[in-house]
């Protein structure tokens, strides 16, 4: 997990983030992420690949941080994939 700070009506809080990968190119295009795990986390892009919604990525697409409210979700959806192309990763 990785410590991100966040300044809410002048206040500084403190809370846990979990880093989030789909391998795009392992990615078969079933939607069990999407459409029946986790659709907070992951969305169907345009070819049907599963991509990391756009509130939550860094780098590109395929890469994000997830608050930790949402680890539970994002590793049932990793378990779930039948392709292994999701990788939920703790930092700490």
């Not at 990615?27 to 509130?55: R, V």
């Not at 697409?61 to 539970?72: A, F, N, R, Y």
């Amino acid at each position: 997990l990785r410590r991100k700070m966040l300044i809410l009506g002048g206040r500084l809080f403190s809370y846990m983030t979990m880093i989030v990968v789909v391998d795009q190119g392992s990615c078969i295009q079933c939607g069990l992420c999407y459409l029946d795990n986790c659709p907070e986390i992951f969305k169907e892009g345009s070819d049907g690949t599963s991509e990391i919604a756009e509130k939550y990525r860094t780098d590109s697409i395929s890469q994000g941080e997830v608050p930790s409210e949402l680890t539970d979700c994002a590793k049932v959806a990793a378990d779930a994939c039948p392709a292994t192309a999701i990788s939920v990763m703790d930092l700490s």
